[in-house]
């Protein structure tokens, strides 16, 4: 199916485009889930703190990391 141009002659976003736009959404989302997840996981342990606060910070940056990798592999495979 031929893509539709825009009247005003924008065209559609490039490969690398689309690849940063993945992992951008992805890299949120992950650090979000993470937010989530890590609180709960180390309030139940007993963390309290600043030892707390790296535990949530190391699950985001660990649950981001992962899904950012994973959107931009997976809208790099839709170009």
Do not use: N
């Not at 949120?28 to 949530?56: D, K, V, W, Y």
């Amino acid at each position: 199916m031929p893509v539709a141009m825009c009247p005003y002659g924008q065209s559609q976003p490039s490969c690398f485009d689309r690849i940063k736009m993945g992992s951008m959404m992805g890299c949120a989302m992950g650090m979000a889930a993470g937010a989530l997840f890590g609180t709960f996981s180390c309030l139940r342990i007993g963390m309290r703190g600043q030892e707390l606060m790296g535990g949530i910070g190391k699950t985001m940056m660990q649950s981001g990391g992962t899904s950012g990798t994973f959107m931009a592999m997976g809208m790099g495979i839709r170009c």
